[in-house]
């Protein structure tokens, strides 16, 4: 047997496991190579790269989760529905939740206009007189009203814009300026003309001819029959001569007694006497005869409240 033959297989194995082994040491060698400074670093660098793209996709995700709730809140404001939380000092628990619903409506609200009444002097025209030229007629604005309600309930109102549709028409009045009246070659001045209602009476006294019932009292002047006036004049009628001017019974409201005036057709004529019946505009000529005052009537005469 050669020397090639006497050498022990475990020689082999040992070869094989020394083999082995420096497979090991080599390894291991890579492995810590592996784990030198610069490899280390480059694992750092990665680390903080994944934990960077982390902390930016969890802050998009925040971002994305407030605009959403953002987006609620925008919708929830537009459908007028705010939410109230009880307490006002932060900190302190809610203990419940109020939903209140706003809502805001444009209301067309029409309004009348009043006109302007406007006075225009006419000298041709008696003093005291006054005549309608145009009638006045109202006109119309349109407002547009902005009204908030909340839970039904109105809150506030606004007018938001104003228009007029139809202008007012001015009521024009014409006034009398004339003042004088000419009778006899002399001018007179007068206070104001009046159109009144003009009865006739006789002073009741037993040579009048006035019918006396069984009392005593006079179909004319009644128990008042004695010949005299409410002002203690002598119930004698006048010829309507200023001089001689006619007696007559007024409301001394609307003619002062003693006053002068001027009746249209008639002449001159003294407010002496009052009546039960004679009230306003109305006003009583006296003649001497029953029969006289029974056939003038009723009439509208034109009088003038003389100045002087």
């Excluded at 302190?92 to 109020?98: C, D, F, G, H, I």
């Excluded at 003294?270 to 039960?276: C, K, Q």
Aim: aromatic share 8%; proline share 5%; glycine share 8%.
């Amino acid at each position: 047997m050669s020397e090639s033959d006497t050498v022990p297989i475990c020689s082999e194995r040992g070869n094989n496991w020394k083999s082995g082994k420096e497979k090991g040491d080599r390894k291991e060698g890579k492995l810590h190579s592996w784990f030198n400074a610069k490899n280390l670093k480059k694992i750092a660098v990665s680390v903080i790269a994944v934990a960077v793209l982390i902390t930016v996709f969890f802050i998009q995700y925040c971002k994305s989760e407030v605009s959403i709730d953002e987006e609620k809140d925008s919708l929830l404001l537009t459908q007028k529905e705010a939410v109230s939380a009880g307490p006002d000092k932060p900190g302190e628990p809610v203990e419940s939740l109020e939903f209140t619903r706003e809502l805001a409506e444009k209301n067309i609200i029409r309004e009348a206009l009043p006109f302007t009444t406007v006075r225009v002097n006419n000298p041709d025209l008696d003093c005291g007189v006054v005549r309608v030229i145009e009638e006045g007629e109202e006109g119309i604005i349109e407002h547009v009203v902005e009204v908030k309600k909340r839970d039904g309930r109105e809150v506030s109102r606004k007018v938001v814009s104003s228009e007029i549709i139809k202008p007012p028409v001015n009521r024009v009045l014409e006034y009398g300026e004339k003042n004088t009246i000419s009778r006899g070659g002399r001018n007179y001045r007068y206070a104001k003309v009046l159109y009144v209602n003009a009865t006739a009476y006789c002073p009741g006294t037993p040579g009048s001819g006035c019918p006396i019932d069984e009392r005593g009292a006079a179909h004319c002047t009644g128990f008042y029959n004695d010949g005299f006036t409410f002002t203690g004049k002598k119930a004698v009628a006048g010829d309507g001569s200023i001089t001689n001017p006619h007696i007559i019974a007024v409301d001394p409201a609307v003619i002062p007694l003693k006053a002068m005036v001027y009746l249209e057709g008639y002449g001159f004529a003294v407010a002496e006497d009052t009546g039960s019946a004679i009230k306003k505009n109305s006003i009583d000529l006296l003649f001497d005869h029953h029969e006289d005052a029974r056939r003038f009537g009723r009439k509208e005469l034109k009088l003038y409240l003389l100045a002087d």
